[in-house]
């Protein structure tokens, strides 16, 4: 059998503090099949965020961190990799978009430049001219319409959405195995936010690229995902296919994110069953549930 994309197991986490240590993950675990699309689903400060970031090795280096529990990735664990070879992962096999697209390009450098040096982890010996070739269709593939241009602008000329897509171009130009998004959108109008997520779907379809979505949004789980992991103070409270966990929330806090979705018309709280249009008036995070129940 095949072992999965990215596998996690019993991991956690907790940052050094004067007062000891603070406990963040409490031993999670998930998993990333070849092509899969799943989300971690919870609220800020759930510890969504920091697990991708795990994946990445971006924490380990912290002296502050204390991590322990395995990461996998393509049945090799990255923390018996040799770190140089887990670094040179990082924009191939495995690439991140964050959530604010406008902060995470550097506002003193076009385009291009990033671009290429992105392009540059796969190919060290690449030419501007191949890399100008190369990021014009891949900014094509995003629905730019003027990718010249834009590859000759720096991120504070683009919109917001604009940069979101130059963000997505560059984490598939290298068709990486694995794609960690952290709330891609977030920062966007909704229906700019529509647009990026329904590119972005399409391009991992297209790749054949395993996702691992963080969102606290489900209407965007919802339509995006292929299964979900529901995220709680640091523990995996549920778990199940997409159209399981809308359909038939077994958890307390599940159920809470369900009745938080908010609706533009109706009023009131319909049935949790209801398959059409849903969740009317939003609430607050868990409404009518103790902090044991949410945990049991």
Do not use: C
């Not at 920091?50 to 049945?75: C, D, P």
């Not at 984490?171 to 891609?184: F, G, I, K, Y």
């Amino acid at each position: 059998m095949t072992a999965p994309t990215l596998k996690i197991d019993n991991l956690k986490l907790g940052f050094k503090t004067f007062d000891g240590v603070s406990e963040v993950l409490h031993g999670i675990s998930l998993h990333v099949r070849k092509g899969e699309r799943v989300a971690l689903v919870g609220e800020s400060g759930s510890g969504k965020s920091v697990t991708a970031r795990i994946v990445l090795g971006m924490l380990q280096a912290l002296k502050t961190t204390r991590i322990s529990g395995t990461v996998e990735f393509e049945g090799s664990d990255l923390e018996r990799m040799d770190p140089k070879a887990r670094h040179a992962l990082r924009g191939t096999r495995m690439s991140m978009i964050f959530q604010d697209p406008t902060s995470s390009l550097n506002p003193v450098y076009p385009i291009f430049t990033q671009f290429k040096e992105v392009l540059t982890r796969a190919k060290p010996g690449i030419i501007n001219v191949d890399a100008r070739s190369i990021a014009v269709a891949a900014l094509r593939d995003v629905s730019i319409t003027e990718p010249e241009r834009v590859l000759d602008s720096y991120a504070f000329q683009l919109s917001g959405g604009m940069n979101q897509r130059v963000m997505i171009a560059m984490a598939l130009v290298n068709n990486p195995a694995l794609l960690l998004a952290d709330e891609p959108g977030t920062a966007l109008d909704v229906t700019v936010q529509a647009q990026t997520l329904k590119l972005m779907s399409a391009l991992v379809e297209k790749h054949h690229t395993s996702v691992l979505f963080i969102s606290h949004n489900l209407g965007v789980v919802r339509e995006f995902a292929d299964r979900v992991y529901v995220i709680y103070k640091g523990n995996i409270v549920e778990q199940g296919s997409t159209e399981a966990l809308f359909s038939d929330p077994r958890h307390p806090y599940t159920r809470a994110l369900l009745a938080a979705v908010p609706r533009i018309t109706g009023g009131g709280i319909p049935d949790i069953d209801d398959d059409s249009e849903r969740f009317t008036e939003p609430l607050v995070a868990h409404p009518g549930f103790s902090e044991k129940e949410l945990l049991a």
